[in-house]
């Protein structure tokens, strides 16, 4: 009676050990070849502070399992529990939208970005197990600075540079603006040379699209030339 107990406890867990192993591989591979994946585009983001950003991919699982809940977390979160929940499809919160449709594409809106931040797309399946979690999107945010010398000396140059603390991501057309109007030049760095007593004022500069989000003003005086 012991030793038969024993025993059967003994080829329980042999049996037991492998199982497991054969089933998760099975799984992570899919009976029809489709594993998990989850691709973003854009992988990293730069945006201006206080704009509207979307994160936009899909993803695919294994045929066999049964996707019961695609959610996105963001750093910091804790890895077994997914909590906290940052944005959950069926729940709308004003600054923060997402949405999944039939083909696995995805999508989250970000109204106001004002801190960076990593997000991660995160889905569970039927089987407790099977869960996926998507690299992380790193969302960089940047206001715009007028960088240039506040003086500068008439028929001499100067410089006006749009400055970033990140590289936008989808390459930015600059606009300047002198006191308020608007100039026709979309180059970054502004050039005027040489310059002149006319050139003297307020500058700020903005990306197109986001006009509403300008660069401080910025104070260019231009002091006269002394002649004897
Ligand atoms: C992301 O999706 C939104 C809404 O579906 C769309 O307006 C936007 O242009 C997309 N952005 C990119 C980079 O594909
Ligand atoms: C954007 O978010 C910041 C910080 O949370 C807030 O101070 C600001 O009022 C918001 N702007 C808009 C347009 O909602």
């Known amino acids: 009676m012991h030793v038969d107990g024993c025993k059967s406890v003994c080829l329980m867990m042999s049996l037991r050990t492998p199982l497991p192993t054969l089933i998760t591989l099975f799984m992570s591979l899919g009976v029809d070849g489709t594993e998990w994946s989850v691709k973003y585009n854009p992988t990293k983001i730069c945006a201006l502070k206080g704009s509207t950003v979307f994160i936009n991919g899909s993803y695919t699982y294994p045929a066999e399992l049964e996707v019961k809940e695609e959610f996105w977390v963001k750093e910091p979160f804790d890895r077994e529990q997914d909590t906290p929940v940052y944005c959950k499809p069926t729940k709308d919160s004003g600054t923060v939208q997402c949405y999944v449709d039939k083909q696995q594409k995805f999508s989250l809106k970000l109204i106001n970005v004002t801190k960076e931040d990593d997000y991660y797309f995160r889905i569970k399946t039927n089987v407790i197990e099977q869960k996926w979690l ?49 100039l026709s030049s979309n180059t970054n760095p502004l050039h005027l040379r040489p310059v002149s007593s006319e050139d003297a004022g307020s500058y700020m500069c903005a990306v197109r699209g986001y006009e509403h989000l300008p660069s401080p003003a910025q104070t260019l005086t231009v002091r006269c030339e002394f002649t004897m």
């Open 134 to 182: 998507g690299d992380p999107v790193k969302i960089s945010v940047t206001e715009l600075l007028v960088n240039t010398l506040l003086e500068v000396i008439e028929r001499e140059a100067a410089v006006l540079t749009c400055t970033t603390t990140c590289s936008l991501t989808d390459s930015p057309t600059f606009i300047w603006y002198k006191n308020g109007r608007r």
